[in-house]
């Protein structure tokens, strides 16, 4: 996904899911299709409400600033 497309996304748990495998296949290889993106979205959910219950759309720029430690929970 293009950096300036993801800027101006709406980032809802959808977005952010496919956001999220497209970083795992990038960094371990690990391609997650169709059929395992309920599985990243129960983990995502999961990981929001563990933070805060803060909102897609804030996770994803918490990602960008802390994406060295917060890879690990990816």
């Not at 993106?37 to 929001?48: E, N, T």
């Not at 805060?52 to 990602?63: A, E, F, R, V």
Request: proline content about 1%; overall charge neutral; glycine content about 6%.
């Amino acid at each position: 996904m293009n950096k300036s497309i993801r800027k101006n996304m709406e980032w809802d748990i959808d977005t952010l899911s496919v956001y999220i495998s497209e970083i795992v296949a990038n960094e371990s290889g690990n391609i997650l299709g169709d059929s395992q993106q309920s599985m990243v979205r129960s983990r995502l959910r999961r990981r929001l409400m563990t933070m805060g219950g803060i909102s897609p759309k804030d996770y994803y720029h918490y990602l960008q600033d802390n994406y060295a430690s917060e890879s690990s929970q990816l």
